[in-house]
Nanobody, 117 residues
């Protein structure tokens, strides 16, 4: 298993959660890291990504200003800090890694985030 997510939970609207994804050292050090999500019955969608050196990040319009992606090289971990959560953020969240932002080669098993209104 290359990527392991954790941190999903049930939270009220307006609340916060932080998701974590631990990667193997080789994958973490050499790949762009990203987060995706898949609401029930819908297709998987991009949420955020961070460059290999951590200098650049990019967000979907739906989470911009509320979510922050970061990476900790000492722990081989990428985080997704989610603030001001909304019911429409409810989904299974997946961690991913890839050599390029458009090519994701590794995926985690997913962690459920449920936001109640």
């Amino acid at each position: 298993v290359h990527l392991v997510e954790s941190g999903g939970a049930l939270v009220q609207a307006g609340g916060s959660l932080r998701l974590s994804c631990v990667a193997s050292e080789h994958i973490f050090s050499n790949n762009v890291m990203g987060w995706f999500r898949q609401p029930a019955g819908k297709v998987r969608e991009f949420v955020a990504r961070i460059s290999t050196d951590g200098s650049n990040s990019h967000y979907s319009d739906s989470v911009k200003g509320r979510f922050t992606i970061s990476r900790d090289y000492a722990k081989n971990t990428v985080y997704l800090q989610m603030n001001s959560l909304k019911p429409e953020d409810t989904a299974v969240y997946y961690c991913a890694a890839g050599m390029m932002a458009t090519s994701w080669n590794y995926w985690g098993q997913g962690t459920q985030v449920t936001v109640s209104s």
